[in-house]
C-alpha cells in the first residue's frame, strides 16, 4: 500500500502480506517513488490493478477484470 497522505499512522496494523510505504507529493508520484524504492514489488505479479478510494470495485470485479486480461 502506498500512502501519499500527511497522517502518521493512517491506518490500523495491516495484515500479514500487505507492505506499507508512504511518499509524498501526489498520488502517482508517490506510486512512482514507492516503486522506484522497491522495484522487486512487481516481480510477484503478471497483472497489477492500481485501485483507488473512489473505485466500486470488490474482489469478484478485480477477479474478473484480470481472468479478461489473461484470458486476451
Given at each position: 500500500?502506498?500512502?501519499?497522505?500527511?497522517?502518521?499512522?493512517?491506518?490500523?496494523?495491516?495484515?500479514?502480506?500487505?507492505?506499507?510505504?508512504?511518499?509524498?507529493?501526489?498520488?502517482?508520484?508517490?506510486?512512482?517513488?514507492?516503486?522506484?524504492?522497491?522495484?522487486?514489488?512487481?516481480?510477484?505479479?503478471?497483472?497489477i490493478?492500481l485501485?483507488?478510494?473512489?473505485?466500486?470495485?470488490?474482489?469478484?470485479?478485480?477477479?474478473?477484470?484480470?481472468?479478461?486480461?489473461?484470458?486476451?
Open positions: 500500500m502506498s500512502y501519499f497522505g500527511n497522517r502518521e499512522t493512517p491506518f490500523a496494523p495491516l495484515p500479514d502480506g500487505v507492505s506499507f510505504s508512504r511518499e509524498a507529493g501526489t498520488k502517482f508520484i508517490g506510486l512512482a517513488d514507492c516503486l522506484d524504492k522497491h522495484p522487486e514489488f512487481l516481480n510477484h505479479y503478471e497483472y490493478g485501485a483507488d478510494d473512489d473505485l466500486d470495485a470488490d474482489a469478484t470485479c478485480w477477479n474478473t477484470a484480470f481472468s479478461t486480461l489473461d484470458r486476451l
